[in-house]
C-alpha cells in the first residue's frame, strides 16, 4: 500500500505561484511513477503532470512552461511548482502513485486526498 498526503494548496492571485507537496509512505515509492491531476468544480479529473521513477516528465499543453513537477525520492516528496497561475487552474489537486503504465492517463493505483488551489482573477 501507498498513502499519500497532499498540501500546500490555498488561494493566490492570478499570476502568482504555488508549490504543492505529496509526501509518500508505505511502498518504496521511488519505483512509482508519480502524477498530479485535478479537478474543478462540475468538471472531470484531468492530467497536470507526472515524473517517472527515471525522472522523465510529462505535462499537457494547458500547463506545459508553466508547471513544473520533481521528486525527492529520499524524502518520498513530489512537489507541483505552478508559475504564472490563472483563474482556470482553480481546482482541487491531487497527488497519484502508479508502477506501471503510460502515466498521462488513467488508471493509477494509489490517490490522496486532494488540496484546493484557488486562483483569483
Known amino acids: 500500500q501507498v498513502q499519500l498526503v497532499e498540501s500546500g494548496g490555498g488561494l493566490v492571485q492570478a499570476g502568482g505561484s504555488l508549490r504543492l507537496s505529496c509526501a509518500a509512505t508505505g511502498r518504496t515509492v521511488s519505483s512509482y511513477h508519480m502524477g498530479w491531476f485535478r479537478q474543478a468544480p462540475g468538471k472531470g479529473r484531468e492530467f497536470v503532470a507526472a515524473v517517472t521513477p527515471g525522472g522523465s516528465t510529462y505535462y499537457p499543453d494547458s500547463v506545459k512552461g508553466r508547471f513544473t513537477i520533481s521528486r525527492d525520492n529520499a524524502k518520498a516528496t513530489v512537489y507541483l511548482q505552478m508559475n504564472s497561475l490563472k483563474a482556470e487552474d482553480t481546482a482541487v489537486y491531487y497527488c497519484?502513485?502508479?508502477?506501471?503504465?503510460?502515466?498521462?492517463?488513467?488508471?493509477?493505483?494509489?490517490w490522496g486526498q486532494g488540496t484546493q488551489v484557488t486562483v483569483s482573477s
Open positions: 497519484a502513485a502508479k508502477y506501471s503504465g503510460y502515466v498521462m492517463r488513467f488508471p493509477y493505483d494509489y
